[in-house]
């Protein structure tokens, strides 16, 4: 059994894992209506795999008899002036939830909830390889020197992302 502490936590963390799956899916209705079929799959596929997070950690709740509620969804964000705007946004919106993710593990940690501990080590890591794909994204801006524009470097970026979505 878990706490109320942290039954509390990964509650909120369904909720937030539910969001950025909506925050990613309207970021992909922006890329399609933008016409960036590389940038509308890879946040596609962040959307899915943002819901399979969600998931993974309402599946651990229900094995540990913690009660689930999911709470009203906030709308996501839909207006961006470029890629790199919804770009930057996508990396804000990750380091918010890895300081989400490290909150529940440090609250684990120090009430002994070493299964919860050791049940969200796995978010860390997954955390982590997020940090390092946008940090990845954003190197490959600079290296154009891309900061939204129209034109051929807007089709590198795209292409880019599309390459990434597959590697997925």
């Not at 440090?106 to 796995?122: C, G, L, R």
């Not at 994204?137 to 891309?146: I, K, N, P, Q």
Request: aromatic share 12%; glycine share 4%.
């Amino acid at each position: 059994m878990i706490s109320l502490k942290i039954s509390e936590l990964l509650n909120k963390q369904v909720n937030a894992e539910f969001y950025a799956s909506n925050v990613y899916l309207q970021m992909c209705a922006w890329a399609e209506d933008q016409g960036l079929e590389g940038a509308a799959d890879f946040f596609r596929t962040h959307s899915l795999e943002e819901r399979e997070h969600m998931d993974k950690i309402f599946n651990y709740m229900a094995e540990c008899g913690a009660p689930v509620t999911i709470e009203a969804i906030p709308k996501a964000p839909r207006e961006y002036s470029h890629l790199m705007d919804v770009i930057e946004a996508a990396f804000e919106h990750e380091k918010h939830v890895t300081a989400m993710i490290k909150n529940i593990a440090k609250t684990a940690f120090e009430s002994e909830d070493y299964t919860t501990f050791n049940f969200i080590e796995w978010f860390i890591a997954e955390q982590h390889e997020e940090e390092v794909l946008f940090g990845k994204v954003l190197g490959r801006a600079e290296m154009l020197d891309f900061t939204g524009e129209k034109g051929q470097k807007l089709m590198i970026m795209d292409n880019y992302l599309k390459q990434l979505a597959a590697e997925h």
